[in-house]
Structure formats: structure tokens, C-alpha cells
């Protein structure tokens, strides 16, 4: 949103001289994802008294759009009731129960305890029982359900009771007299009864569901497939227990393409931009100490040529090109393979014919590259037998990261390993051990015939 | 779907004894999306007998999920006039207009020219005329709108005929005289409402929306800031002319977070699975030669310091673990810096703390990581002037790569480029090459000490 009359300026300069009004302004222009992103610039004090002039409803709806940080900081200036009666009385079950995780399990207790609403409360405290990363901890409680035995009529009246408690209604479950979900009534199939309808008569059967127990990719994959916008979750014996929207799932989405992302890059752990420079070497250091110990390793097969070295000291300025194009082949070989299982679009059967289509892709990027650089070395390298040996030594180092960057993720997902820790300074460590050894190798048969 | 009769051995058994009940219990027992993953295992003739057996309805939603090229080869064996009547009218606008687009003109216009339902191909051929990265490219023009003078209760009943056009109904969007947005009307307001109510008095004024001309990335910052669903397309002068609903916008996202994966793997253009190998090299091949190029300058760096490689061999044995070492800390940094610009959770106005702050993390992880090798190197290395050249030299190149890795980023994307292109095969290339310099310039000094 941009408005002209409120940006940070104007709303620090508010806060200083204590206008009250200027925030009324700032909830009633601006939506709650907008505010929070003017808490990056607030300091604690600045933030705490934006956050107490804005309605409960609204505040509480900024909270959740916060980092978890700063989320901390406003609620530890909160007694229980009020986190209970201002937050979580506001919240639908789903973020209430995010937010009560962020809390010690005391704290916990006694703001559960502070609820004066039961329901609400008692599907809290239901939801808080489901594995966070699963579908049952994705879920809210807040649904719309009509038994398959009531008229459309009655139906109409009893959704009127159940909406008032759900934001949105995407879709009306049907369900039998044991609770267990058979089918979804579309509001339009709703809306367009004839008179003295059954809902057994018009509902839809035809229902995509997911177990509470369900991981939340599985989750974020149905939705992907399917296209969903929302998904009923059912219990072990099919008894509907919430739902879950595609804007959870868009969270879910983005975290997993970021964390592969971040995997690629050397990159472990949950990052943010805010992370102290600590927690910045923490995600960091790891992978580069694996990335050392390779080195170091690289170093102990070129040492071990000390002697090749010596006497032709011209082959020490091809070393890093030839481990580094070994490397680069190999992580576009392994992204390809990471992503394609990511999006199920790679199966475990086709290791087979992957393998063959890489090795094809990598010869020819092989032909290619060599080809190039012989003639380069024709003409500038004095030494043929040098110029011979980076030609083949880059056509191995290419086609044997094609293969092993094919290989590697495949073989990780196989057996449940993420497959994304084979891309990035892995392969390209294991590549510039390789990529000597292999040089070195042709280098001391060729030096031996020219 | 997991279905125990229905696999693609009985599938393929099925289209050889030329059984079609079998295809017809597929379409019952299975969505789109699930026949579509069959075809990829079909021939071209098998996939044509499938097609042909199922009702136009779902065949056309089995048409939308497959690649494109399956999709051609389908279309390739209609007629204009079977496109238009068995694809095109049972399609919404927006999927029509897609599958529209991949025809050429005049088979487009042939088709168009088909349609008998003359509001379906009017608004069809007004979707085509949007760039296909804009919001007029992505929306749909199937929605449910008021007029704000209407009552509540002829709402109901107009929205009823509305309503029958509309697959899924979201959200009444309300409009004044002029057909201008001016808030929305939830289904929920609209089964509460009072008796005699005006839809002007329940009516929601908040609602965002975007215009035609935004861009696809701009529509998915929009759905993923603000949680949405589903969001009204206005055109320059406010009129509402059309909706973009999740689904669409996830793809987006999807396609976004796949391209700077790629990006970082060195993978140019698009690319999917299924690509020949002569498309994987298209891909593949240009960052291969950057990344080439690269290696050859790198080459001559070390080249010129030939007589120094001729009297101290042993520095050959590090020069691709300082070039490496450089190169994962600087993709480590751009990473963080690509995905916080992605996510617009870094400004333009962060650059100075950022890179400060990088500089730190560098520092750190550069002290670490030298000072481990230094006590390796001390225990392992015979010449002390080598053991000092590794710890200083990795120790410039880390801090050198972070501040590197943090700059390009951030001043590709000032001046408007995908800072994307600075992940992966650039930076790894760059610091290759500054790596081998600071690495023999500080032996240079070093070695004349000791």
C-alpha cells in the first residue's frame, strides 16, 4: 500500500510526539502486513506503542505477520490474560496454536488457563498435540459441516450459526452421522437448490483429502496436483478434524524452495536476514569446513605430483580450471535431478535411462569445451604434451561429474537422505579432488610419450 | 490416487485390447491430474486412444496438465472445430487463452471462428490481447459481481444465473454504476444479511486489487503478502474486468524460485526433464564457456608466475583450495542476498549495513577456517613460508568473496538486472581467478621473508 500520508517518517514522528490518531489512521489505510513491515524499522519502545494503540483485532493480526523475534519481544511485555484475550481470542485456531508454540510450555498453561471461550481453547489445545510439521499442525479448526441427512434449507440456517465463527467459507463438508467426511457441497450447488432438497442429493463425493499424520510436503504437493485452495484433514478413521488453507501451503512452498536453495549454496539450518553475524557463521561454517577438508584433501593428490610439478611447472596453471568446470557440470547435473524429484516429475525407476541421457549431455558439453580449449592451447601452449592433457583430462572431469552429479542425488533420495546436500560444495568439493587426480593422471602418461 | 485396479500396466493392457470401460473407470476413479502423470508413460498412439475415451469435460482438464508438447502433439490430430467445441468452450477464459496462445494465429483464429457461445470467445479473445507475464495475462474473466444498488436478496437471485458460469464462487465483488470495483461482499455478509438489507450497507470497502499491467511477480507478491486467495483485476480507470485465483499465482512462484535455482546451478532458459539432450546443452553449454573463459584468465594468472611454481612446487598443491574456499563463501553470500531481494525482505537503502555486516561474517569464517589449516599446515608442511601463504591468502580471499559475493548482488539488481546471474558459475568463476592472484601474491611477499 503506499500512501503519502503515512510512511516512516510521519509515523515515527507520531509516535515521539504521542499521536494516538496518526496510528487509528495508519490501521484504518493500511492492512496488517503493511504495519508489520514498518515494525523493521521501529525500535522496541516505538513498537510496543504502535502495537498498544491499534484495535486488539487488528494487533493481533499484525503480531502474526511479525518476525518471531519481535513477536517475542511485544509479548513478553504481556501478562497471560492479556495474551489470551487481546492474541489468541482473536486468532483462528490454526495461528493461535503457532503462536501459544513460540511460548514455554508454563506460559502456555496459564494463558490456556486465562481463556474464558472453551471451544476455542479446547481446539487450541487439540491442535497443539499435532507434530508441527505435519498436516494435523498446518490445520485450523474453523470449517463449515452439514450433515448429509439435513435438507439445503436447514443447511442454509445452520451454516448462518457455524459462519459466524469462520472468516471465510470456501466450502461446505459433508459429513455422515459418525463424523466421518463423504463429500463437499459447493456454495453455488448450494445456492442453486431447487426447493426441498436433500444435501444427499446434491452434494459432491468426489473429495480430496489428506490424514492428519501426512507430512506438510505431501500436503504442499496435493495442492500443487491438485490445484486446491483448501483440503479437508481427516482422522485415521476418516472422521473430518479441520482443514487447511493454500496460504499455509504457500508458506510451506517457499520454505522448501528456499531451504533447497540455501543447500546449493552452502548454506544449513534456518536463516533469515536479521541473524546476528553468530547465527550467520553458524548456518555458514559448516559447509566450509567440509569444503576445507576436500580441499585439503586436493592438496595431498596435487603434493603427491611435487615431482611432475618440478620439472613442468606450465601444468600447475590448468589445476583449478579443470576442477572447477568438473564441479560446475556436476551441480547443474545434480539441481536438475534435485529439482525434478522435488517436483515428483523424476522417478526412482528412471535412474536408468537419467544416467544415459547425462552421460549423452555431458559428452557432448564435454566435445565441446575440450574441443575449444585444444585449439586455444594449439596456439598459445608450447607444449603439446601439456595441451593434450587438458583437453582429455577436461573431457573426463565433465562427463564423470555428469554422471556422478546424476548418480549422487539419486542414490541419496533412495535411501531418505535429502538429495539436496548432493548439490553445492559437495560435488563441488569431490570434483576438485577428482578433477587432479584425473589431470595428473593424463598428464603422466602423456608427458611420458611426447 | 492410489488405485489398485488401475495402474499403468492395466492402462496400457487396456488400450492394447482396445477395452475402453477401462479409460471410463479411470475418469471416474481418478482426477485430471493423475491421468495426465499416465501419459508421460504412453505413446503417442496410446495416449490418443486414451484421450478419445474420455468425456470432453474431463478430457479437456487431462489436456491442461500435460507438457506442452504432449498437448501439441493431441491438438495436432483435431480438427479447429473439435478444439473449439470439445477444448475450448468447456475450459475457463484464462486456461482457454493459454491453451489459445500455443496455437499459431490462424489456427487461433480458426478455432475462435468455431465457437458457438459467443460471450465465452468474446471474453476468450479479450484475455489474448494481455502480455502473458502481466495480471491481464493470468486472470480469468469468470466471476460473480453486484451492482451496490441491489438488495441483498436480488443479489442472491442474480447471483443464482451468475453463479452457473462459475466454477468455484469466492467472493461477490461489488461494483457501482460505472462497473468500477468498490468492495467485495463475502458469502458469508451475504447469508447473514438482514431482511430488506441494500448490498451497499453490508458491503466490504477494503479489498485489494491490481491492476492488468502489473507484472506476474508483482500479482504473487501481492497474494503471498497479504494471504490471498483469489484477487480483482481493475483496468486504468478502475473498471473490475476480471480475477486471478491462487493456483495460478503458486505456478508463478514456482517457476520464480525454480529459476534462481537455476540460475545458481548455472542452468540457463527454460528447461524441463523431458528436454532432448540437445535442449540440455542449450541450457547447460553458456555458463559452461563463461565458466571456461574464467579458467582460462585463471590459467594465465598462474601461468605468469611460472618460475615461481618452478622453485617452490609445493604451492601448486593449494591453489584450488584458496580458489574454492573463495568461491562457496562468495556464493554463500550472494544466496542470502538473491533470495532476501526475491522475498523483499532487503532494500536498496541496506546495502552499507549489509555489506558491513558481511565483512564480519567473512572476517570470522575467514579466521576460522585459517586459522585451522594454520595449525594443519604447522604440523604437516615443511616450508613454513608456504604454511603462512595458506593462512593469509585464504583468509583475504574469504573476507575478499564476502564482500564480493554481498556487492554484485545488490548492484545488479539497482541497476535493474536479475541479481540472480551473480549466484553460481560468475562468482565462483570470479573468485577462481582472484584466488590464485591473491595466493601468489602474498607468496611472492612471504616467500622473499622466509
Known amino acids: ?58 494487533a493481533a493480526e499484525v503480531l502474526l505477520e511479525l518476525d518471531e523475534e519481535q513477536r517475542e519481544q511485544i509479548m513478553s511485555e504481556l501478562t497471560s490474560k492479556e495474551i489470551a484475550e487481546q492474541i489468541i481470542d482473536n486468532l483462528d485456531t490454526d495461528d493461535a496454536a503457532d503462536v501459544l508454540n513460540e511460548l514455554s510450555e508454563e506460559k502456555q498453561e496459564e494463558v490456556l488457563a486465562q481463556m474464558t471461550n472453551i471451544e476455542h481453547s479446547s481446539d487450541i489445545v487439540d491442535l497443539l498435540n499435532y507434530d508441527e510439521d505435519s498436516a494435523g499442525g498446518l490445520m485450523a479448526k474453523e470449517l463449515v459441516q452439514a450433515n448429509a441427512n439435513w435438507s439445503a434449507q436447514s443447511c442454509i440456517v445452520e451454516m448462518r450459526t457455524q459462519a459466524e465463527k469462520v472468516e471465510t467459507v470456501y466450502a461446505v463438508y459433508v459429513v455422515d452421522d459418525d463424523e466421518k467426511l463423504i463429500g463437499l457441497l459447493s456454495l453455488k450447488k448450494l445456492l442453486l437448490a431447487p426447493q426441498g432438497a436433500m444435501v444427499k442429493d446434491i452434494y459432491d ?64 539450518g534456518d536463516i533469515n536476514e536479521n541473524d546476528s553475524v553468530f547465527e550467520s557463521l553458524k548456518s555458514r561454517l559448516p559447509w566450509l569446513l567440509v569444503a576445507m577438508v576436500g580441499g585439503v584433501l586436493g592438496s595431498r593428490v596435487i603434493a603427491s605430483h611435487e615431482n611432475v610439478i618440478r620439472l613442468h611447472p606450465e601444468m600447475a596453471s590448468f589445476i583449478p580450471m579443470i576442477a572447477a568446470m568438473g564441479g560446475n557440470v ?67 572431469a565433465i562427463v564423470f561429474a555428469s554422471v556422478m552429479g546424476t548418480f549422487v542425488p539419486l542414490f541419496l533420495n533412495k535411501y531418505k537422505i535429502d538429495p539436496a546436500l548432493a548439490t553445492g560444495p559437495f560435488i563441488t568439493t569431490t570434483n576438485d579432488i577428482l578433477g587432479a587426480f584425473i589431470y595428473f593422471t593424463v598428464g603422466y602418461f602423456l608427458y611420458g610419450m611426447f
Chains 1, 2 share one sequence.
Open 330 to 396: 556436476g551441480v547443474q547435473s545434480s539441481a536438475i535431478i534435485v529439482q525434478g524429484l522435488a517436483n515428483n516429475s523424476i522417478q526412482i525407476k528412471d535412474i536408468t535411462p537419467r544416467l544415459f541421457k547425462e552421460l549423452r549431455t555431458g559428452l557432448l558439453n564435454g566435445l565441446v569445451c575440450s574441443s575449444l580449449i585444444l585449439v586455444y592451447n594449439l596456439f598459445t601452449c608450447d607444449t603439446l604434451a601439456l595441451t593434450y592433457t587438458v583437453s582429455i583430462s577436461l573431457m573426463s
Open 205 to 268: 463425493q468426489d473429495i480430496i483429502s489428506v490424514k492428519t499424520n501426512a507430512s506438510k510436503e505431501e500436503v504442499a504437493q496435493l495442492f500443487k496436483k491438485y490445484d486446491l485452495v483448501v483440503i479437508p484433514v481427516i482422522d485415521t478413521i476418516g472422521r473430518l478434524v479441520g482443514r487447511i488453507t493454500v496460504d499455509d501451503v504457500v508458506d510451506v512452498m517457499q520454505e522448501e524452495a528456499e531451504k533447497d536453495y540455501q543447500s546449493m549454496a552452502g548454506i544449513t
Open 1 to 58: 500500500m503506499e500512501n503519502i500520508l503515512i510512511n516512516i517518517t510521519t509515523l515515527k514522528n507520531a509516535i515521539k510526539h504521542n499521536d494516538a490518531a496518526h496510528i487509528h489512521l495508519l490501521e484504518q489505510e493500511t492492512y496488517a502486513p503493511d504495519v508489520a513491515v514498518f515494525f523493521n524499522d521501529l525500535n522496541d519502545k516505538e513498537a510496543q506503542y504502535v502495537y498498544a494503540n491499534l484495535s486488539p483485532g487488528f
